[in-house]
């Protein structure tokens, strides 16, 4: 199973990443072993009736890297491309996210290998229901927590949530968050992770003496991450002058008229025809001038490739492992791009998540102002932290954040002991 992981180019990268910070924090063999392999791979066949009345068989995969410090925490999506190996790096990337951001949770992720776009929503549920129903033995308020993730929605988070109460007899809402507001849900939670992105890069702006009203911003993605990157973005006065997605990109210099966009995106399905903007390539999108370049969509978008022709001020990575580590080492060698790493930029999410797991447990309801007060304060925290260590040790912000987080969790193991 080891070898097999590590033939997956996500996970390989995600290991090399964790045994240079475990170099760098000079952990022991045995404690970074412990740390580095994740604790449950779960694989299980989802057979579902097609609305033909042919019978499909997916494999769904749940990956539960450490419950050391709490639940594992982590999104589900369904996606063509979805396999183990990259399921276990998302978890991966997940555990030192939550350490980084000091929430009570290891790290998990799910994944169903299925293209949602050609399903229909009978067919979505009857995958969904199937998948929870086979997953029950591993997942519980304590143990796994779900929420959204590429190609999942609220509403597949409802369907996860009540085939779990009906397991159980009652109302479970802590088994998933970004349920729907009807099902105690929290205000709030559809919007963070783009929120915190385009908080971040917007903090970065000042901490580089930029103004932000004015500044540019091109997104990479523009679906529930980006779209909302880029609406918080515009509430701070920060021009979005490009836009892609899985079908294509398109380019204003003068900025997009978003609420158009959305218009045009929830008509059309796609960025790609908008009139009030020009089509440009996707590789090239990424390569054009501003000052915040945020990739939001898949792993791995700047490479060893397209590292040095990057022309923005700061990468916020809305994304998960968006950037290679070559095109790290090209990017720390240029030292004119200010990276806020994948596991802090993208943090938002999963932090009012566990809001809404809070709320659910405790049976109060929080107003939205509270839960984006919250979050402001904890982003703002984690990055005033991530920056401090960097400085004092000379290393870059990845490097800062992820030594910070794999540096908590070691801590944890070393603290509970290892059973015999």
């Not at 294509?248 to 399905?269: K, S």
Request: with cysteine; hydrophobic share 40%.
């Amino acid at each position: 199973m080891r070898k097999q992981l590590l033939q997956n180019p996500v996970f390989a990268m995600a290991v090399e990443q964790f045994d240079s910070v475990a170099a760098f924090l000079n952990l022991s063999e045995d404690l970074s072993e412990r740390c580095k392999w994740p604790k449950r791979l779960i694989t299980v066949t989802v057979p579902i009736r097609r609305d033909d009345g042919r019978t499909e068989v997916f494999f769904g995969h749940r990956v539960q890297h450490h419950l050391t410090r709490g639940p594992v925490k982590g999104g589900l999506r369904y996606h063509p491309s979805v396999t183990l190996g990259e399921i276990a790096a998302l978890a991966m990337w997940m555990n030192w996210k939550c350490a980084l951001m000091d929430l009570p949770y290891g790290g998990g992720k799910g994944g169903i290998s299925c293209d949602p776009r050609r399903m229909s929503p009978g067919e979505l549920e009857r995958l969904t229901r199937r998948y929870t129903m086979e997953m029950i033995p591993f997942i519980s308020p304590e143990t796994d927590v779900m929420a959204p993730d590429m190609g999942t929605n609220e509403q597949t988070m409802g369907w996860i949530a009540d085939t779990y109460s009906t397991h159980a007899g009652h109302l479970v809402p802590a088994i998933v968050t970004g349920k729907p507001l009807t099902l105690q849900g929290s205000k709030g939670r559809v919007q963070a992770t783009g929120y915190g992105v385009a908080f971040c890069a917007c903090k970065s702006l000042e901490k580089l003496g930029v103004s932000v009203q004015g500044a540019t911003a091109v997104l990479q993605g523009f679906g529930n991450v980006g779209s909302h990157a880029a609406a918080t973005f515009a509430a701070h006065g920060v021009h979005v002058t490009g836009v892609s997605d899985v079908l294509g990109a398109i380019w204003n210099d003068r900025g997009l008229n978003l609420p158009q966009l959305r218009d045009h995106v929830a008509a059309t399905g796609s960025v790609v025809g908008f009139a009030e903007a020009e089509p440009i390539d996707a590789a090239q999108l990424l390569c054009q001038p501003c000052d915040i370049l945020a990739p939001c969509a898949l792993d791995r978008a700047i490479t060893g490739d397209n590292a040095a022709k990057l022309r923005c001020k700061i990468l916020a990575e809305g994304a998960n492992g968006p950037t290679t580590p070559e095109a790290d080492r090209i990017l720390d060698r240029r030292g004119d791009v200010l990276v806020i790493p994948d596991i802090l930029c993208n943090a938002g999410g999963v932090t009012v998540s566990y809001f809404e797991w809070v709320q659910n447990l405790q049976r109060f309801q929080w107003e939205e102002q509270d839960v984006i007060s919250k979050l402001e304060v904890i982003l703002a925290k984690a990055m005033a932290k991530v920056g401090d260590f960097a400085q004092r040790h000379r290393l870059s912000n990845r490097m800062a954040a992820q030594a910070l987080a794999i540096k908590t969790v070691a801590d944890s193991k070393a603290a509970r002991g290892m059973f015999p």
